[in-house]
């Protein structure tokens, strides 16, 4: 007789690593070890914060002891267990990781979400370490926080540094299924047949929560190059506040750091919506990886951060107490949120959730900038998709090549082995952080310029821009390539690609 073990196993295996889906009553109790070791459970459950002095339920990702995400190490394999505690169906990507196509957590694509009280295994290999997430993949559930920190650790990580993560994200009093309504309604009456683009008025930004912009959003005619001058339309959601590890500047966490010591900063943008610019006052950060893979050092006090984004930054802390705010502006506007670094027990003042002024929008500078530790090997491309990313406020349409996405959009080819190469042209006045799935990329052009840049897993194509990058069809499936922003991405900014 087999024992429980074999079984399993030759069970995974004869699942082509499929993560295996079970009914509540069906998961053996308690868990099963798999080959050698214990699933780290994450539980799906709806949980209570307080924002803004108001209580609100949102959702949480969390291990029984209360640990939000997970923090493991390379050459660990990834052995999960996701059991779904929320009233509805779920799905949870692992944002960055490279894992067999069926475990990537994509509804309808990678396979089925969970059933309510299911749960789902997953066990993979991880093959690099550096700062990940993960986060719903299902409907809107993103906007209620459904989101967590994936941290790889490797030999990268000192000893002698301490490890603070800074989880980014936009929130509202509003739940999400209404915003994306007003935002299809909202947008739909401000649209107008003009051509060109048409300040936004305060007043309308005020409307309902939701930002109406009657720059129409057309897609621009043909050869129309949107210039530096023209201004970019950010921010279609107005939020009800920004947090920072759950909380605002009017009661923020405040971590006590070691005065003369090493911090090791992993932030992380989980916001549904909105890019930021972390700014770190009077410390100069150094700049050692984005999305994860290492980057040449780069020092600065203020690098911006776009939706979905990572940046691991390490900072050394003065030796005089102080109190060292690590902050992050919403890009186009004077918006904050935080967290504070407290070095030998200074105090610390209040800190206004409203900057002196507002933070410009997010540019490329920064992205020229980086060249990857590790890139790619030289090499011609085998084979090139333009993807134009399309779409207009007028009835929140969004598209790629003027499609949104459905299920007869026919997936992207591409042969296994081959060296891909992604051009995206952005024909919106607004930006959008491009997110491919299962593999990540270098950014190797910026309008027209090639050079070897950073290896990372979401790209942000500002308005007007075009920006290339290249990966290696080395992860054979079925992969999701969207936009990030949450509401771009529900309004069919989304495509895949095949090959098996
Ligand atoms: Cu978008």
């Not at 694509?109 to 997953?122: E, L, Q, T």
């Amino acid at each position: 007789m087999l024992s429980r073990r074999a079984f399993l196993l030759s069970a995974a295996a004869a699942s082509t690593a499929l993560p295996m889906f079970a009914r509540a009553q069906e998961a053996p109790q308690p868990s099963v070890a798999v080959d050698g070791g214990t699933p780290t459970v994450l539980r799906l459950a709806r949980r209570t914060i307080e924002v803004n002095g108001k209580s609100a339920s949102v959702y949480g990702i969390r291990q029984p002891d209360g640990t939000f995400g997970i923090r493991t190490k390379v050459g660990e394999r990834f052995r999960v267990r996701v059991e779904n505690r929320i009233e509805e169906v779920s799905l949870i990507h692992w944002h960055g990781l490279t894992p067999p196509w069926q475990q990537d957590g994509v509804p309808g694509i990678s396979g089925p979400p969970i059933p309510v009280g299911g749960y789902a295994d997953y066990d993979f290999p991880l093959r690099f370490g550096g700062t990940f997430w993960m986060h719903s993949h299902q409907g809107l559930q993103e906007q209620l926080l459904m989101a967590a920190p994936l941290i790889i650790h490797d030999r990268r990580d000192r000893a002698d540094q301490q490890e603070v993560i800074v989880m980014l994200t936009d929130f509202s009093f509003t739940p999400p299924e209404q915003i994306f309504e007003a935002l299809k309604k909202d947008s739909g009456m401000a649209a107008m047949p003009a051509a060109a683009p048409v300040p936004v008025s305060n007043d309308m930004k005020a409307m309902k929560g939701v930002k109406a912009t009657n720059q129409a959003g057309q897609t621009m005619p043909a050869g129309m190059a949107m210039g530096a001058a023209a201004k970019p339309d950010l921010n279609d959601v107005k939020y009800d506040a920004f947090l920072a590890n759950d909380r605002t500047l009017a009661d923020p966490e405040v971590v006590k750091v070691e005065p003369g010591g090493r911090v090791l900063l992993r932030v992380i943008n989980s916001s549904s919506m909105s890019a930021f610019h972390l700014d770190l006052g009077a410390l100069d950060g150094e700049l050692i990886a984005v999305d994860g893979f290492r980057v040449a050092p780069v020092m600065a006090r203020r690098f911006p951060i776009a939706v979905a984004q990572r940046l691991d930054i390490r900072l050394a802390i003065p030796r005089e107490p102080a109190a060292h705010p690590v902050l992050a502006l919403l890009e186009g506007e004077n918006r904050q949120t935080g967290i504070i670094l407290q070095a030998g027990g200074a105090p610390v003042a209040r800190i206004p959730d409203t900057a002196a002024e507002a933070s410009p929008a997010l540019t490329l500078d920064l992205e020229r900038r980086l060249r990857a530790a590790k890139p790619l090997k030289p090499r011609k491309a085998n084979r090139v998709h333009t993807l134009d990313l399309t779409g207009q406020m007028a009835g929140y349409v969004w598209s790629l090549n003027g499609v949104a996405w459905n299920e007869n959009v026919p997936p992207l080819p591409v042969a296994k082995g081959e060296r891909v190469e992604l051009v995206f042209v952005n024909k919106t006045p607004m930006p959008h952080p491009m997110h491919l799935h299962g593999h990540e990329f270098q950014v190797v052009e910026i309008d027209g310029k090639r050079f070897p840049g950073a290896v990372r897993d979401t790209v942000l194509v500002p308005a007007g821009r075009r920006v290339v990058v290249a990966f290696d069809a080395n992860n054979p499936g079925y992969w999701a390539l969207h936009c990030h922003l949450l509401y771009h991405l529900e309004a069919g900014m989304f495509t895949t690609l095949r090959y098996l």
